[in-house]
C-alpha cells in the first residue's frame, strides 16, 4: 500500500469533502430498498420520514468527516486504512439516504457543510490523541448511532418500509464499525463520556430535522 504525506492526506480529504458536500455519492453496494414496493404515505408521514431521513443523511456527512479527520492524523497505516474503509461504507449509507430523500421529495440538510467542519476538526483532535483513542472514539460514537437509529425503526412511519430497509442495514454497518474499533484496540469510553456525546448530537438531530 503506498505511503502518504501529511501533504497528501490533505489533499486527499479536501477532494473527499468536495465531493460528499456536493452529492457525488457512489454507493458499491445495492439499496437495501431496491426490492420493496413504495407505499403511500400520507403527507404528515411523509413529512416525517423525510425529516428522520435527513437526520440520517446529515449523520452520515458528520462521520464522512470524522473518519476523515483521524484518518488524516492516525498513526499507525493499519489504523489509517480500517478508518478510509468504514468512510467508504459510509458513503453507501449517504447514497441511500439522499435517494430516499428524492423519493420523498426532499433535500438533504442545509447546514451540512457546518456538520462536515465540525466533525473533521473534533476527529482531527480525536486522532491526534492517539490511536487507541481515535478507536475509542469510533466505537462510543457508532454506539450513540446505533441507539438513534433504533429509536427511529420505531419512530418511522410503519409502512415505509424503504426507509426502514436503509436504516437498518445502515445499523448493522454501524455497529460492525463499532465492534471492530475496539477488537483493534480502541480504548472503552466511560458512561458520563457517552452521555456528553448523546447531549451534543441531539443538537445536531434537533436541527437537521428540520433545516
Known amino acids: 500500500m503506498a505511503v502518504h504525506s501529511l501533504f497528501d492526506l490533505a489533499v486527499i480529504a479536501a477532494d473527499r469533502v468536495l465531493k460528499t458536500l456536493a452529492g457525488q455519492h457512489h454507493a458499491e453496494r445495492a439499496s437495501p430498498a431496491r426490492a420493496i414496493s413504495s407505499a403511500v404515505l400520507d403527507p404528515q408521514e411523509k413529512i416525517h420520514a423525510a425529516g428522520l431521513m435527513r437526520v440520517n443523511h446529515a449523520g452520515e456527512i458528520c462521520a464522512q468527516a470524522l473518519y476523515e479527520g483521524q484518518a488524516m492524523v492516525a498513526r499507525e497505516a493499519s489504523v489509517r486504512r480500517a478508518l478510509l474503509v468504514a468512510a467508504r461504507e459510509e458513503e453507501d449509507h449517504l447514497a441511500w439516504c439522499d435517494e430516499r430523500l428524492q ?30 483513542i481515535s478507536l475509542g472514539f469510533v466505537a462510543a460514537t457508532e454506539d450513540q448511532v446505533c441507539r438513534h437509529l433504533d429509536r427511529h425503526m420505531r ?11 436503509i436504516v437498518a442495514q445502515m445499523r448493522a454497518d454501524e455497529a460492525r464499525h463499532g465492534a471492530s474499533a475496539l477488537a ?13 456525546m448523546t447531549l451534543i448530537s441531539g443538537v445536531m438531530t434537533a436541527t437537521a430535522y428540520r433545516v
Do not use: C, H, I
Not at 418511522?156 to 418500509?161: K, R, T
Open 103 to 132: 423519493e420523498l421529495d426532499s433535500r438533504p440538510s442545509l447546514l451540512n457543510p457546518l456538520w462536515y467542519g465540525m466533525s473533521f476538526v473534533l476527529g482531527a483532535a480525536t486522532g491526534l490523541m492517539g490511536d487507541r
Open 184 to 196: 483493534a484496540g480502541g480504548a472503552d469510553f466511560p458512561q458520563p463520556v457517552k452521555d456528553a
Open 155 to 165: 419512530d418511522l412511519p410503519v409502512d415505509d418500509e424503504r426507509s426502514r430497509a
